[in-house]
């Protein structure tokens, strides 16, 4: 889309809500002042023309005076909120970040309730019951939460904020106001931080949307990017240049890194704006005040893992309603490319939401995994023991592999339709005639056994997700 359509789009937009361009100035000129980013000028028109796209303070006014939905209304200018999961998810393999699902934006959770976290090929604190590259839900709502793990008890699994950035791992007690960070692989030591200062805890893990094709071995070592203390609550308010320093800083980045991945990003998306000059990104965390180009904010939330709603809160901006457009819609012109975190996995039945797991969660955890001849799919099938869970397929990979793996984690798994019409998965194996589907480890050990010609595999299993146990209070 060039500018020019764009312009004149604009101006039906604003004509099919009733309204002038003359009235919408003078309304921000009372609402905010003619001095303020929300004021939109009677040369805003001509300003699209020439190919400058408004500031993010335009748009919220834009949608306060037309009553236009301010997701949808970004999207009209080029930029796609729904896409910033799985950006955020493929620009961020290395260290643990949190992750944002695109559907809270329409509905953000009121109190205590989750979080998501991806976590880094550096991160093998808790492997191998939690893989890198496997996206984890904590329940910030458990008592371990407020209290802290008690001394004695346990190690409980949790996902944890400390001076080293975030990890997924197992929490134990070492006094009243200490804890013990305590891996399961040994190449990674174990870490001792005081609660509040240097390490809080952000929730019990639950539930994890898991890899299960060429599943990444951790590796230690790497960055050991140290953070200031004390350890900022996510609950508090932050200013906003506080706001990109700490989550710089939970990333694991410094400034020279930051601005390579922003080249990265705008190479991706194919828009030179999206990158942000070095001496640019040092700026940011010296002022409160928001980037000029939308497409600079969008690049600061994708570097830094940030939520968009908290950069908002943050920069003290207030919109009538982040509803995304849905991530399935049809592209827009002139708007981001569909990422393929989108554009690759198909859900069937919007079975998605029925487990407690965002949709935009599996299409991340399925853009990063990629289909190698066509688009992945979300199912919903049973293991061995009869237990419904939510897979992802490759229907393309439907021959079984016959090679010899050193760990039940590294095996791959299939998804296998019976005559009857059901749909089981599992580590599958042929003797004699017969073919035997065996739980995964993550589950229950369990086996189902039937003649070969009463199956046929459907495709690869190459992810799953399963929920842990849950915790006594």
């Known amino acids: 889309?060039?500018?020019?359509?764009?312009?004149?789009?604009?101006?039906?937009?604003?004509?099919?809500?009733?309204?002038?361009?003359?009235?919408?100035?003078?309304?921000?000129?009372?609402?905010?002042?003619?001095?303020?980013?929300y004021f939109i000028a009677g040369s805003f028109l001509s300003s699209i023309r020439r190919g400058l796209t408004p500031h993010l303070c335009q748009i919220v006014a834009l949608c306060e005076a037309t009553g236009g939905n301010f997701a949808r209304v970004m999207t009209h200018f080029g930029f796609d909120l729904a896409q910033l999961t799985g950006l955020q998810s493929r620009f961020h393999a290395?260290?643990?970040?949190?992750?944002?699902?695109?559907?809270?934006?329409?509905?953000?959770?009121?109190?205590?309730?989750?979080?998501?976290?991806?976590?880094g090929r550096l991160d093998g604190m808790a492997f191998p019951e939690v893989v890198p590259g496997s996206i984890v839900r904590a329940d910030t709502s458990h008592p371990v939460v407020s209290r802290g793990p008690k001394v004695g008890s346990e190690p409980v699994l949790c996902l944890v904020d400390h001076l080293q950035g975030l990890s997924c791992c197992y929490v134990s007690a070492e006094s009243e106001k200490s804890v013990l960070l305590v891996p399961r692989h040994l190449p990674f030591p174990c870490l001792n931080y005081r609660l509040g200062d240097q390490a809080r805890i952000l929730g019990v893990v639950d539930a994890e949307l898991r890899p299960w094709r060429n599943p990444h071995v951790p590796r230690a070592g790497g960055s050991r990017f140290e953070r200031r203390?004390?350890?900022?609550?996510?609950?508090?308010?932050?200013?906003l240049c506080e706001l990109l320093r700490t989550s710089r800083e939970r990333v694991g980045l410094h400034f020279r890194n930051a601005h390579g991945l922003s080249t990265r990003i705008a190479r991706r998306l194919g828009k030179t704006d999206f990158a942000i000059a070095l001496g640019t990104l040092s700026d940011y965390e010296a002022s409160d005040k928001v980037p000029r180009h939308i497409s600079k904010v969008l690049s600061l939330c994708v570097?830094?893992?940030?939520?968009?709603?908290?950069?908002?809160?943050?920069?003290?901006?207030?919109?009538?309603?982040?509803?995304?457009?849905?991530?399935?819609?049809?592209?827009v012109p002139g708007v981001i490319p569909q990422d393929e975190s989108v554009t690759n996995v198909t859900a069937a039945g919007g079975c998605c939401f029925s487990h407690g797991f965002p949709c935009s969660l599996f299409h991340a955890c399925g853009g990063r995994l990629g289909g190698?001849?066509?688009?992945?799919?979300?199912?919903?099938?049973?293991?061995?023991?009869?237990?419904?869970?939510?897979?992802?397929?490759?229907?393309?990979?439907?021959?079984?592999?016959?090679?010899?793996?050193r760990e039940a984690?590294?095996?791959?798994?299939?998804?296998?339709?019976?005559?009857?019409?059901?749909?089981?998965?599992?580590?599958?194996?042929?003797?004699?005639?017969?073919?035997?589907?065996?739980?995964?480890?993550?589950?229950?050990?369990?086996?189902?056994?039937?003649?070969?010609?009463?199956?046929?595999?459907?495709?690869?299993?190459?992810?799953?997700?399963?929920?842990?146990?849950?915790?006594?209070?």
């Open 1 to 37: 889309m060039t500018s020019a359509e764009l312009a004149e789009r604009t101006r039906e937009f604003i004509t099919e809500a009733g309204l002038s361009l003359s009235r919408i100035s003078a309304f921000t000129r009372a609402r905010h002042g003619a001095g303020s980013a």
């Open 409 to 473: 984690w590294q095996r791959p798994m299939y998804l296998v339709k019976k005559r009857d019409g059901t749909q089981v998965f599992g580590f599958c194996d042929v003797h004699e005639g017969m073919m035997t589907v065996h739980n995964p480890p993550a589950l229950p050990y369990a086996v189902e056994r039937f003649p070969l010609g009463e199956g046929t595999v459907a495709g690869e299993v190459v992810a799953m997700l399963r929920h842990f146990a849950p915790l006594q209070s």
């Open 303 to 331: 570097l830094y893992a940030i939520d968009f709603r908290r950069y908002l809160q943050s920069a003290n901006i207030v919109v009538n309603s982040l509803t995304p457009v849905h991530p399935r819609a049809a592209p």
């Open 229 to 239: 203390a004390p350890i900022p609550a996510l609950s508090r308010p932050q200013r």
């Open 94 to 119: 290395e260290r643990t970040v949190l992750l944002t699902p695109s559907e809270h934006l329409a509905h953000p959770p009121s109190g205590p309730g989750h979080l998501f976290a991806q976590i």
């Open 372 to 405: 190698e001849s066509g688009p992945l799919q979300i199912l919903s099938a049973c293991c061995a023991h009869r237990r419904p869970h939510l897979v992802i397929v490759n229907p393309c990979a439907g021959q079984l592999e016959e090679d010899r793996w």
